[in-house]
Structures are given as structure tokens and as C-alpha cells.
């Protein structure tokens, strides 16, 4: 009887993951991108600040990393990446790129806002969500998590003089003189302001919100709209 209703929990399980990814909300969905497909990638996924915030932006997204995060090969797999000082500085690098602005830019945009309104009122969201955690096949890799070899070979790992000898060395590492000496570089604040008030990125923070409904003018003048003239003053 247990082992029929852990079927039948993880049946459930499945299907709200599916209704969700091919759901009411398939056409709120952002341009296609390759998902990580593997641990290892999502550690490098997460860690990239110029692409990290699709979770963010797309519902569907956000539901998959949630369910990636929470299985205990991704524990191991960013405690191995932690210990190279690789990630540290790709992660760094990604941070202080312009892409960074407007990839976070994005979750201003009013069509996202509006895709995570609708979301949180579908009840195949909370079904998905609940199914991350409620799953009973993770619940037992979790349990089992301590008999993993992956988990041994982290623990040697700390005692592995080669994971000292990298962080030791890093130092010498021109990557690393090359992202400390963008701060001293005046193109490398010219190509940050230039992100933030390009089109491509400042336009979705704020943008949609300067649209009004069914295109009526504006009765004040807004940048890149056309002058509707002056207002009125009022009478006494």
C-alpha cells in the first residue's frame, strides 16, 4: 500500500509539472533558451548574472530551477564549484557587465509583472510549486544523500592540498588583474551608462508603463512621444 500511494504521489507530481509547462500559460512565455540540462550547469547558470534572471521573468523558469535547486546532486555539485576559485571570478566577471542591467531589467517589464499576477492566481502554479517539495522520489535522495559517494568525495576534497594550491595561486591569475583594472577604466563606466539608457535595456523597466490604454495621447510630453501640446491652465 505505501509503495502504491508513493506511485501515486509521484504520478501527481508529474502531471502538475506538466499541465504547468504546457498549460493556459504557454503563450506567456519568454523567448526559448537552452535550460541547463545537468547539475553542473545550473551551478554555471546561476551563477551568470547576465542570464540568471530568466527564473525571474518566466514563471515556467522559476518552477524549473526551484526543482533543481532543491535535489541533493545540485548540493554537491556547487560545493565541488565552490572549491575552484574559477567560479568565483567568472561569476564576478559576469557581475560587472553592463548585460548584468539589463538582464534584471527585465522583471520591471509590465508584461512580466502581468505574467507572475497571472501565475499566482492558477492553482496548477501552487500545484507545481508543491510538487517540488512534496515529491517522495527527492524526499528519498535526500535521505539517502549521506550513503552518496559524490558526498564522501566533497568531504576528501577539503582535505585535498591541490584545493589550497588554486585559491593560493589566484594571485597570478591575469584574469583577475583584468577585472580589477576595468574599474580604473573609464570606457568600462561609458559602456554601463550606455546600457542603462539604451533602448534595448531601459526600455522594458519602464516603457510599458508610459503606454496608455488603446494608445490615447498623453496630455503632457514624454520622451519619444509625440508632443500632444500644451495643457490648459486652469481658470480661475
Same mark, same amino acid.
Given at each position: 500500500?505505501?509503495?502504491?500511494?508513493?506511485?501515486?504521489?509521484s504520478?501527481l507530481?508529474l502531471?502538475?509539472?506538466l499541465?504547468?509547462s504546457q498549460?493556459?500559460?504557454?503563450?506567456?512565455?519568454?523567448?526559448?533558451?537552452?535550460?541547463?540540462q545537468?547539475?553542473?550547469e545550473?551551478?554555471?547558470?546561476?551563477?551568470?548574472?547576465?542570464?540568471?534572471?530568466?527564473?525571474l521573468?518566466?514563471?515556467?523558469?522559476?518552477?524549473?530551477?526551484l526543482?533543481a535547486?532543491?535535489?541533493?546532486?545540485?548540493v554537491?555539485?556547487?560545493?565541488n564549484?565552490?572549491m575552484?576559485?574559477?567560479?568565483?571570478?567568472?561569476?564576478?566577471a559576469t557581475?560587472?557587465?553592463p548585460?548584468a542591467?539589463?538582464?534584471?531589467?527585465?522583471?520591471m517589464?509590465p508584461?512580466?509583472?502581468a505574467?507572475?499576477?497571472?501565475?499566482?492566481m492558477?492553482?496548477?502554479?501552487?500545484?507545481a510549486v508543491s510538487?517540488?517539495f512534496?515529491?517522495?522520489?527527492?524526499?528519498? @535522495? #535526500?535521505?539517502?544523500?549521506? +550513503? %552518496? *559517494?559524490?558526498v564522501m568525495?566533497?568531504?576528501?576534497n577539503?582535505? /585535498? $592540498?591541490?584545493? =589550497?594550491? @588554486? #585559491?593560493g595561486?589566484?594571485? +597570478? %591569475? *591575469?584574469?583577475l588583474?583584468?577585472?580589477?583594472?576595468?574599474t580604473m /577604466? $573609464?570606457n568600462w =563606466?561609458?559602456? #554601463?551608462?550606455g546600457?542603462?539608457?539604451?533602448p534595448?535595456?531601459?526600455?522594458?523597466?519602464?516603457g510599458?508603463w508610459?503606454?496608455?490604454?488603446?494608445?490615447?495621447?498623453?496630455?503632457y510630453?514624454?520622451?519619444?512621444?509625440p508632443?500632444?501640446?500644451?495643457?490648459p491652465?486652469?481658470?480661475p
Open positions: 500500500m505505501q509503495t502504491r500511494m508513493k506511485a501515486l504521489a504520478a507530481s502531471c502538475a509539472g499541465l504547468w498549460g493556459s500559460h504557454a503563450q506567456t512565455a519568454a523567448p526559448a533558451a537552452a535550460m541547463p545537468t547539475h553542473e545550473w551551478v554555471q547558470y546561476l551563477s551568470n548574472f547576465t542570464q540568471n534572471a530568466d527564473m521573468v518566466d514563471p515556467k523558469k522559476f518552477v524549473a530551477a526543482n535547486v532543491t535535489e541533493p546532486r545540485f554537491i555539485a556547487a560545493l564549484a565552490m575552484n576559485p574559477n567560479l568565483y571570478m567568472q561569476s564576478v557581475l560587472m557587465d548585460r542591467y539589463s538582464n534584471y531589467a527585465r522583471t517589464d508584461k512580466v509583472v505574467d507572475w499576477t497571472q501565475a499566482l492558477d492553482p496548477q502554479f501552487f500545484a510538487s517540488v512534496a515529491d517522495p522520489n527527492k524526499l528519498a @535522495r #535526500w535521505v539517502m544523500a549521506p +550513503l %552518496d *559517494p559524490a568525495s566533497v568531504v576528501l577539503l582535505l /585535498n $592540498p591541490n584545493v =589550497y594550491l @588554486r #585559491w595561486t589566484i594571485g +597570478l %591569475d *591575469p584574469r588583474w583584468t577585472m580589477l583594472s576595468n /577604466n $573609464p =563606466y561609458g559602456a #554601463w551608462m546600457g542603462m539608457v539604451a534595448q535595456s531601459y526600455g522594458p523597466s519602464i510599458g508610459m503606454q496608455t490604454p488603446f494608445n490615447a495621447p498623453l496630455p510630453p514624454v520622451p519619444g512621444a508632443f500632444p501640446g500644451l495643457m491652465s486652469p481658470q
